[in-house]
């Protein structure tokens, strides 16, 4: 047992010596308020020497807007939205806030304007409160319920077997996909960010869950600059823009009466999935 814990340490520590790729610049600023403002001015992206991911991407939400980002599986939809993070930098072109270079400014400033609500909803081993309260650690308990709430999770916490206190993880109590979505949803609506980022946010959830799912996103996505990754179209129908991600660049791009009427992937992909939605519920 010790050799083989050993030689997992070992990798362990392969990891945590690896050095940070993305360190603030010298004279990196903290940004105080944030309009919102995001464009994408002419981005390119490869992970590795010669393997473009993304070229020549322009996009722009203005404050307060959406954009949806579509497209088909591994066109590089959730590396574009992990750029707005600074998870990772462009290869070429910029990506701004306001119109200041994301490069500019210091990391942790930058995410403290973000939230990141994505498929994998993580919890920490901790009570129920403590996980919600990550989302702005100075939070009230009157606060921490009222986003609880504002996220449709106050009424489950309320049933669990210690309320707010319930321990969650390995040793506590394990909730569905769509719980724990709605607790991060909480967490972000206490951190009360003016960019929300979502990255098939409602994918992993129980179709039970679903609606209530969308329904929270839809009161957080109120008066913040939003931009979607789904699956499913029908999340993103109602964005001021949607940008459809195919074959490394912007395939098609437009509302989505635009799309419907003058585009290809969307409209096809659209009907398809409106179809096979009335099928399931006839
Ligand atoms: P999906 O809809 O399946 O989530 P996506 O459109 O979000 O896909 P990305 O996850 O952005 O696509 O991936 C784009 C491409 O980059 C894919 O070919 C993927 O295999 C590759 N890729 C993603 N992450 C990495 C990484 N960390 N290292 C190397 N290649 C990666």
Redesign the pocket.
Known sequence: MFQRASAAAARVFELLDEDVEIVDADNAQSIEHVDGDIAFDNVSFA??KG?T?LSNINAEVSAGQSLGIV????????????MIMRFYDPSGGSVSIDGRDLKTLQQISLRSHCALVSQEAFLFNDTIMNNIRYGRFDATDEEVFEAARLANAHEFIKDCIDGYDTVLGERGVKLSGGERQRLCIARAFLANPRILLL??ATSAVEPESEHLIQNALKRLMEGRSCVI?S?RLSMVRDCDTIIV?KDGGIFEQGTHDDLMKNGDWYPEMYNLQMGRDEKETT
């Open positions: 992970y590795a393997k991911v497209g088909p599986s591994g066109a590089g939809k959730s590396t574009l939205l992990n990255d098939e990754i699956h991600i």
